[in-house]
């Protein structure tokens, strides 16, 4: 079944929002209490990453750590991810997304990444060649991402089993230990990959909304 269109002029600004400059970023979505996102600005910094975080206690506890260990190209976000992408980032800047375990919605699966109409709009923000990594200990949710990218994204990916001595994650860690099978998929955009949103601009804190003609005098 199609996913119908995004509708990103109507997400309003998160609170505090603060616009980003247009430069080369990485981007983790739900970065919880920040291992992975302290992990990866320490091994790689020549990049700079976001790590955005929607419930405060975690994102507290992510700040805590990194007024603690100070990497200066780490930058941590307490917001919705979706309002925050639309008001944030441009068209083709981001390096890397990473979606470590995010909730596998059981009750609300249109509210899974790959099967949300934001997912187009999310590429769009990725350069060419650029990444996705989606990671689960949930077989049945990678199978459907799996196919989602298969029928309605098009996109090329790479399946790949979680090593046992990963550390990721608070939640990979857990997950691991029990003797859980983690997997992710290593999406990537090729060249000349189109979404409707290419040239759809940051909004920067401007909440727009569609008015009909009909409602101007």
Same mark, same amino acid.
């Given at each position: ?7 990103? $002029? ?11 400059? *247009? ?8 970065? /919880? ?36 260990? /100070? $990497? #200066? ?5 307490? #917001? ?5 992408? =639309?008001? #944030? ?12 375990? !995010?909730? !596998?919605?059981?009750? *609300? ?17 990725? $350069?060419? *060649?650029?990444? =996705? ?22 996109? !090329? ?15 990979? =860690? ?19 990959? =189109?979404?409707?949103?290419? &040239?759809?601009? !940051?909004?920067? /804190? ?8 009909? &409602?101007?005098?």
């Amino acid at each position: 079944m199609p996913i119908r269109q995004f509708q990103a $002029q109507r997400m309003h600004a998160p609170r505090d929002f603060q616009p980003i400059e *247009n430069n080369p970023i990485c981007i983790e979505i739900g970065a /919880g209490k920040g291992k992975h996102a302290l992990l990866f600005s320490g091994q790689h910094p020549d990049l700079k990453l976001i790590a955005v975080e929607r419930t405060r206690e975690k994102f507290l506890a992510m700040q805590k750590q990194h007024q603690l260990e /100070g $990497q #200066a190209n780490l930058t941590t976000i307490h #917001a919705d991810a979706l309002p925050w992408v =639309v008001h #944030a980032l441009y068209p083709q800047q981001v390096q890397q997304f990473f979606i470590l375990y !995010p909730n !596998p919605e059981p009750h *609300n699966p249109a509210q899974r990444w790959l099967n949300m109409p934001f997912f187009e709009f999310l590429i769009s923000r990725l $350069q060419y *060649n650029g990444t =996705v990594t989606l990671a689960s200990n949930i077989p049945e949710y990678i199978a459907e991402a799996e196919q989602q990218l298969k029928d309605i994204w098009k996109l !090329p990916y790479e399946k790949q089993v979680i090593a046992q001595d990963s550390a990721r994650t608070h939640f990979e =860690v857990k997950y691991l230990a029990r003797g859980e099978l983690c997997q992710q998929l290593v999406i990537s955009k090729p060249e000349n990959y =189109v979404t409707r949103f290419d &040239d759809f601009q !940051p909004l920067q /804190g401007q909440n727009v909304q569609v008015t009909e003609l009909t &409602d101007e005098e």
